[in-house]
């Protein structure tokens, strides 16, 4: 947390007092903080929250009680910055929580029932049953792969105990088996598990996460890129989506208030948007293509972002440019990212009727034509949080944006780069869908596989079940 | 009554801990490390007030710039956005400022 770290840095490397101020919310996180770097900051607590309160609110905050100490919180901050330092303050229990102990690999035998509520109690699990990974299931799962076992696939860092988790390739198989996921799904969750990010970050906004596949293993595995590609109707899309956030439980990023912080969470965390690119009925280049992989490799590539919406009946009265720019309208423009996830059919009417070649030429067109007051903009306060020091510090074209009049037209998504487009869908309707989602990292799936792709799909729908 | 697995079932928390990080240091005869030293008074003195970046705190942070006008206004305060990225220390120019020009600062607010 930067008020904690950057009054260390103040406290020991410049010798100034401070007096760090937190909301009483944040007072374990600060504990722990405090705890772990061993180092006496004098945090003052105000009641929660403090966004969003009004001038007298804050006043009160101010002049009334510390909810730790019930002492005044004026008082506490001067006295934090003049009361001489004691010996008595620089003693104490200073070491780090440890996670240190031997972990038991397999648990006591029990009923299926017992260690399905035994997998649940102890935070395993995403609330809905699991298959439990027994020795055999567990070892079917590895043959998913041509990995040792114990190779380690990624280390977790804990922002809580401040300390590095491995993870191996037995325990993103365990996680796996628990998904319902099959042996022909381990390299991609190996994939994903490789880049260390958890589906959802430990953060109080509702963060959500973007799962795409892109390359030859898609069609293997029986994704969905077709129709309903989103929807909860497919097996590998679903068990993959669903794994990555069991990972990221088990690594440790669900314990309330340590790692899990999001005040209202989001239900994208279920299955995390999982979901192949129709590369078969696409007009133009594959995501991982634009990324530098070859067309025949298989990648994973994660999005992160907060929300998404829906062209929900195509577009004839304004164009799909236009449209696309009036759903923008909804999004903060953080970082000139974006998301775009088009229909096969608004991709080729895009290139065919429109004259895009290619998803970057469409990414220019909304760079230069979605256009926001600079007031909305900087009124917007993740963009404030994230984008206001770049114009502090100079940084075009933030800092001449900060000097504009509130009604003045800017152009937030400057970098055409950081538009993204991914073509998904099943062609019964010219829809797309416009995100905040910035493009995170990507991964190849082909490292962890047991052997070469072979393709046979030819329009997406490789994964759907027979209709009954 | 429920019958019981035949197979054993693999705990999924059974990672390593590889190492704690690089912050982990304590003071060299095993307590904390301590503050720098405090100021005999706040008189005349320059505090800087330093905005974080987390909503709202710069309106606190107002209020008490406000406050310090009231009630104590031999203290010059001075109301500064923390530099570089919200989540990172990555400032040194605002630091530096701060030590050639303050004597304290107010740093908030986490939340």
New interface residues.
């Given amino acids: 947390?930067?008020?904690?770290?950057?009054?260390?840095?103040?406290?020991?490397?410049?010798?100034?007092?401070?007096?760090?101020?937190?909301?009483y919310?944040?007072s374990g996180f600060?504990r722990d903080d405090l705890k772990?770097?061993?180092?006496?900051?004098?945090v003052i607590y105000?009641p929660?929250?403090?966004?969003?309160?009004p001038?007298n609110i804050?006043?009160n905050?101010?002049?009334g009680k510390d909810p730790a100490t019930q002492r005044t919180v004026?008082e506490e901050?001067?006295e934090a910055?003049?009361?001489?330092?004691s010996e008595d303050?620089?003693?104490?229990d200073?070491a780090?929580v440890?996670?240190?102990d031997v972990?038991?690999?397999?648990?006591e035998?029990?009923?299926?029932?017992?260690?399905q509520r035994l997998?649940y109690e102890?935070g395993?699990t995403d609330g809905l049953p699991i298959t439990?990974?027994?020795?055999?299931?567990?070892a079917e799962m590895l043959t998913g792969t041509n990995r040792l076992a114990d190779e380690v696939v990624t280390?977790i860092?804990l922002h809580d105990t401040?300390?590095?988790?491995?993870?191996?390739v037995?325990?993103v198989a365990?996680?796996g088996v628990?998904a319902g996921a099959r042996p022909e799904h381990l390299p991609v969750l190996l994939a994903v598990a490789s880049t260390g990010l958890p589906s959802i970050p430990g953060s109080t906004t509702p963060f959500a996460c973007m799962l795409l596949v892109n390359g030859p293993i898609r069609n293997e595995i029986e994704m969905n890129s077709g129709i309903g590609a989103f929807s909860p109707r497919t097996l590998a899309n679903s068990v993959i989506g669903r794994a990555w956030t069991?990972l990221t439980i088990?690594w440790g990023y669900f314990r309330s208030k340590k790692q899990f912080w999001s005040s209202q969470g989001n239900p994208i965390g279920y299955g995390n948007m999982c979901v192949a690119e129709n590369e078969e009925r696409s007009a133009w280049e594959p995501f991982h293509v634009q990324q530098k992989f070859r067309a025949e490799e298989s990648v994973v590539s994660i999005f992160r972002g907060w929300s998404f919406v829906n062209n929900v009946v195509g577009s004839s009265t304004r164009s799909v440019g236009e449209d696309t720019c009036v759903l923008l309208g909804a999004m903060p423009g953080l970082f000139s990212s974006a998301t775009l996830i088009l229909d096969p059919l608004v991709a080729r009417h895009l290139k065919e009727n429109d004259g895009f070649e290619s998803k970057l030429d469409f990414a220019r067109w909304i760079s230069e034509n979605f256009k926001m007051p600079a007031g909305q903009f900087w009124g917007t306060?993740l963009i404030?949080?994230?984008m206001?020091?770049l114009a502090?510090?100079g940084v075009e074209p933030y800092a001449s944006w900060k000097k504009l009049p509130p009604e003045t037209l800017i152009k937030p998504y400057n970098n055409p780069e950081g538009i993204n487009i991914v073509v998904v869908g099943g062609e019964t309707s010219p829809m797309w869908k416009v995100s905040d989602f910035a493009y995170a990292t990507c991964a190849s799936v082909d490292k962890w596989r047991p052997k070469p792709a072979s393709d046979g799909c030819t329009d997406g729908t490789c994964g759907l079940p027979d209709d009954p | 009554m429920a019958t019981m697995l035949r197979s054993a079932v693999l705990n999924p928390e059974a990672y390593r801990t590889v190492r704690a990080a690089d912050g982990a240091k304590t003071g060299s005869n095993g307590s904390f490390r301590s503050l720098a030293p405090r100021l005999d008074t706040l008189s005349d003195k320059t505090v800087y007030l330093v905005d974080t970046g987390f909503g709202g705190s710069g309106k606190f942070l107002d209020q008490v710039q406000a406050w310090f006008a009231e009630y104590m206004p031999s203290v010059k305060t001075v109301r500064r956005r923390k530099t570089g990225n919200i989540f990172r220390d990555d400032t040194k120019d605002l630091w530096n400022e701060i030590r050639e020009k303050g004597q304290a600062a107010i740093l908030g607010v986490a939340g």
């Fill in positions: 947390m930067a008020v904690a770290t950057c009054s260390r840095t103040l406290e020991q490397e410049y010798g100034i007092p401070t007096a760090p101020v937190s909301t919310e944040f600060m772990f770097h061993g180092i006496p900051l004098r105000t929660h929250p403090v966004v969003g309160m001038p804050l006043r905050y101010i002049e004026i901050v001067i910055l003049t009361k001489p330092v303050e620089c003693t104490g200073f780090p440890s996670r240190t972990r038991q690999t397999l648990l035998l029990d009923s299926e029932d017992n260690l997998f102890r395993w439990l990974p027994t020795e055999e299931r567990v280390e860092f401040q300390e590095y988790l491995q993870f191996t037995e325990m365990i996680i628990m069991l088990n306060d404030h949080m994230m206001a020091p502090e510090q």
